[in-house]
């Protein structure tokens, strides 16, 4: 079962982006094999609802399970509505993070963060 | 005509400019003062006697609503959005009103004619007077991203009036939206400032935008002493006139913390103020 990770670079040798929205890349890994494909976040252009946007794409994607920093409400209503289960990682290597999925020490996200972090505030209207 | 009154940076002196300036035309040109500050409008807390609203114009924009009896989550809307005010998952549509611009093409994409639009309440138009002077202000609800929808109201009376009624227009501060629907279709701008480096940086924007939108142009220099060189080199770099020049004195910030407009206790500059709006008429004729 493939999981999705909001990271910087294209593969497991990136980092974990701790922005949700405004993330360049989702990783696709399937934990156990450690096959991977990136897709690009739909989100990091958006002029606003960047999370909303991306949380579109990794719902697309068909995962139950995501990791990232934080996301705010409106990624995080569209997260939850599709079933999809968001732990919380430090930015970091992903290697490490998938580790750390794999011993189960990722904690759930169970509320939303604070809206617009991805830009500080600063997307156009 | 239709002067507006912008400035770049915030807290410069467009409303004490405005406002001074309308006071000073008041008896002569009984002109119409519009606060365009939207998201913060102050223009009324100093008018005396007290605003008496005529007309209260609610604003609203058109929002999706989803009939999910017709809709087969195909998810054109939330992928034809570019303000992502829709998302479609796992049988469900999520809309989020507050990002929706109103555009209508949600509604256009579904093949299912599922969608229809409905309005939603963001701001309010008043319109009345002070005295002699005619006032109308926009005012968008607390919380609300959007004001251009509610300046755009504000402002669709104008293209009603009749003959040469002289118009002021109080924009709020930057040179984003907001600014732009306040000025568009201006005769003049008047472009406040203050003699420190943001002021000076910040006008130069305000330059380009007016001059982007081909409105004709003329600085004050508000707050005016020792460093009023940095705004004059920009003019001159710019050929840009400067108009007037207000000095910086604690009896101008006594006033205005008071909620006094200066002109109304010193007549000398209700004379300065008439003759900066003739000056302006004028060149507006040179140009037309």
């Known amino acids: ?125 | 005509m239709i002067i507006s009154v912008l400035s770049g940076k915030g807290g410069t002196g467009k409303t004490t400019v405005a406002v001074n300036l309308a006071l000073s035309l008041a008896e002569t040109e009984r002109p119409i003062l519009l606060d365009a500050d939207v998201e913060e409008p102050n223009v009324a807390l100093y008018l005396k006697p007290d605003v008496i609203v005529d007309e209260v114009l609610p604003v609203s924009v058109p929002v999706p609503e989803i009939d999910l009896a017709k809709c087969n989550y195909c998810g054109r809307c939330a992928e034809f959005c570019q303000f992502n005010a829709l998302a479609v998952i796992n049988g469900s549509v999520m809309t989020f009103p507050e990002l929706c611009h109103g555009c209508g093409g949600c509604a256009i994409v579904c093949p299912n004619r599922a969608i229809r639009e409905v309005p939603r309440r963001i701001g309010t138009v008043e319109k009345g007077s002070s005295g002699p002077l005619e006032f109308w202000q926009g005012r968008l609800n607390i919380g609300e991203p959007f004001a251009v929808p509610v300046t755009r109201l504000l402002k669709q009376g104008l293209s009603e009036l009749e003959g040469e009624t002289a118009v002021i227009i109080d924009a709020p501060p930057g040179t984003a939206c907001t600014v732009v629907e306040a000025i568009r279709g201006s005769d003049y701008a008047l472009l406040v400032t203050e003699p420190t480096p943001f002021g000076r940086h910040d006008l130069d924007l305000a330059i380009q935008l007016v001059r982007q939108m081909r409105i004709p142009h003329g600085v004050i220099i508000n707050r005016a002493g020792s460093n009023n060189e940095i705004i004059v080199d920009l003019c001159n770099k710019r050929n840009v006139p400067i108009l007037l020049v207000i000095p910086f004195s604690t009896r101008f910030a006594a006033m205005g913390a008071k909620g006094i407009p200066f002109s109304r206790v010193m007549p000398d500059w209700q004379k300065e103020f008439r003759r900066l709006y003739h000056a302006i008429k004028e060149l507006c004729q040179c140009v037309n």
């Open chain 1, 1 to 125: 079962m493939r999981i999705a990770i909001s990271v910087t670079g294209q593969d497991l040798d990136s980092s974990l982006d701790p922005r949700f929205g405004r993330c360049p890349y989702f990783l696709l890994v399937d934990p156990e094999t450690e096959e991977h494909q990136a897709v690009p976040n739909p989100g990091i252009s958006a002029g606003g609802g960047a999370g909303i946007k991306a949380a579109q794409e990794v719902v697309n994607q068909g995962v139950k399970t995501l990791i990232t920093g934080q996301c705010g409400p409106n990624a995080f209503n569209i997260l939850t509505a599709g079933g999809i289960k968001i732990l919380q990682a430090p930015a970091g290597p992903v290697r490490r993070v998938l580790e750390l999925y794999k011993q189960g020490e990722l904690a759930e996200v169970n509320a939303p963060g604070m809206a617009k972090q991805g830009m500080q505030g600063r997307g156009f209207r």
